[in-house]
């Protein structure tokens, strides 16, 4: 009876707890990403270090793979591994950690959490009809964002200033069309096998891209801090919360995996201001309040409207 019983507790903790327990992790430590990178950027050109970063990550997944013999992808697979690679982590993550320079980290995981809302605004010029949630989540973001960038205006006179603010948002409409891609190519492949190939040729890219403009600097020139940074993005970032992320997307239900992105602005932006001491206001705290919740409209809209289009097939 004592051996059932404890059977049951350890299959309900399997099916429930370690799902919970890595969106915990994920909420956490995406959030403290932002953190590392605004740290490594201060010290080195910030795409170099994207570039060290994903080539170590991609490399680490690459060789356990390779070690476990796992067939490579086939035809079609690389076209869709090739593209994801150049909007989510040449472009998306490229551009985010250059923007996490000229920008508090704070600041760049707010405008990194408004991905839902170039989503809805893609699939309206696509044709297809926005639900009153959706507007109403759209115009309570809007004007959260408006509130928080109420206390920046004499900001964007710095031309560096406007330079983060402006690739940052790119950044997120970039993973936006990465995301919408990969729903419309469902994954036939090993998504973790393909997270690593993807890193591993983003990097390749970006090496290229720093070499040709020259604005790499000799890896004996980058302080001991910048690795520092680059190591706890490639474990934390790149490799284990990936890991942590995917795990809890494919146990638990779509409402409650989306939780991890309302949580890690508020943790960048409360380490932020703690670690660098980068601005923490009422405009800060209270725009940042009403964009998550905006977003949170957005995505329980878009969840509805999906469960209908699975209703009605």
């Given at each position: 009876m004592k051996a059932k019983i404890k059977n049951a507790i350890s299959t309900k903790i399997n099916i429930v707890g370690l799902p919970i327990l890595a969106l915990c992790f994920v909420s956490f430590f995406w959030g403290t990403t932002w953190i590392a990178s605004k740290e490594g950027v201060k010290h080195m050109p910030a795409l170099q270090l994207v570039a060290i970063r994903q080539f170590l990550g991609g490399f680490l997944y690459i060789s356990y793979f390779l070690f476990k013999k796992a067939p490579w992808p086939k035809?079609?697979?690389?076209k869709t591994i090739i593209i994801l690679s150049i909007l989510n982590f040449v472009l998306s993550n490229g551009l985010s950690t250059w923007g996490v320079k000229y920008i508090s980290s704070g600041l760049g995981a707010i405008i990194g959490a408004i991905v839902p809302l170039w989503i809805v605004i893609i699939t309206?010029?696509?044709?297809?009809?926005?639900?009153?949630?959706?507007?109403?989540?759209?115009?309570?973001?809007?004007?959260?964002?408006c509130v928080i960038f109420f206390d920046?205006?004499?900001?964007?006179?710095?031309?560096?200033?406007?330079?983060?603010i402006i690739v940052s948002i790119i950044s997120t409409l970039t993973w936006a069309f990465g995301t919408l891609y990969t729903k419309k190519k469902a994954a036939t492949f090993n998504p973790y096998f393909s997270?690593?190939?993807?890193?591993?040729?983003?990097s390749i890219i970006v090496f290229a891209y720093t070499g040709a403009t020259g604005i790499s600097v000799p890896l004996s020139e980058i302080p001991a801090i910048s690795w520092w940074s680059i190591a706890y993005l490639v474990i934390f970032g790149s490799i284990l919360t990936f890991i942590a992320f995917i795990y809890a997307l494919q146990n638990l239900p779509a409402e409650i995996?989306?939780?991890?992105?309302?949580?890690?602005?508020?943790v960048a932006v409360l380490l932020g201001a703690v670690i660098f001491g980068e601005t923490l206001n009422a405009a800060i705290a209270i725009g940042g309040s009403v964009t998550l919740f905006g977003l949170?409209?957005?995505?329980?809209?878009?969840?509805?409207?999906?469960?209908?289009?699975?209703l009605t097939k």
């Amino acid at each position: 009876m004592k051996a059932k019983i404890k059977n049951a507790i350890s299959t309900k903790i399997n099916i429930v707890g370690l799902p919970i327990l890595a969106l915990c992790f994920v909420s956490f430590f995406w959030g403290t990403t932002w953190i590392a990178s605004k740290e490594g950027v201060k010290h080195m050109p910030a795409l170099q270090l994207v570039a060290i970063r994903q080539f170590l990550g991609g490399f680490l997944y690459i060789s356990y793979f390779l070690f476990k013999k796992a067939p490579w992808p086939k035809g079609k697979q690389w076209k869709t591994i090739i593209i994801l690679s150049i909007l989510n982590f040449v472009l998306s993550n490229g551009l985010s950690t250059w923007g996490v320079k000229y920008i508090s980290s704070g600041l760049g995981a707010i405008i990194g959490a408004i991905v839902p809302l170039w989503i809805v605004i893609i699939t309206f010029f696509r044709g297809e009809r926005l639900s009153r949630l959706s507007v109403v989540g759209l115009v309570i973001s809007f004007s959260g964002v408006c509130v928080i960038f109420f206390d920046h205006l004499s900001d964007f006179l710095i031309p560096s200033f406007r330079f983060g603010i402006i690739v940052s948002i790119i950044s997120t409409l970039t993973w936006a069309f990465g995301t919408l891609y990969t729903k419309k190519k469902a994954a036939t492949f090993n998504p973790y096998f393909s997270l690593g190939i993807q890193m591993f040729l983003s990097s390749i890219i970006v090496f290229a891209y720093t070499g040709a403009t020259g604005i790499s600097v000799p890896l004996s020139e980058i302080p001991a801090i910048s690795w520092w940074s680059i190591a706890y993005l490639v474990i934390f970032g790149s490799i284990l919360t990936f890991i942590a992320f995917i795990y809890a997307l494919q146990n638990l239900p779509a409402e409650i995996s989306t939780i991890y992105s309302y949580i890690n602005p508020i943790v960048a932006v409360l380490l932020g201001a703690v670690i660098f001491g980068e601005t923490l206001n009422a405009a800060i705290a209270i725009g940042g309040s009403v964009t998550l919740f905006g977003l949170y409209m957005v995505n329980y809209s878009l969840r509805k409207s999906r469960k209908k289009m699975l209703l009605t097939k």
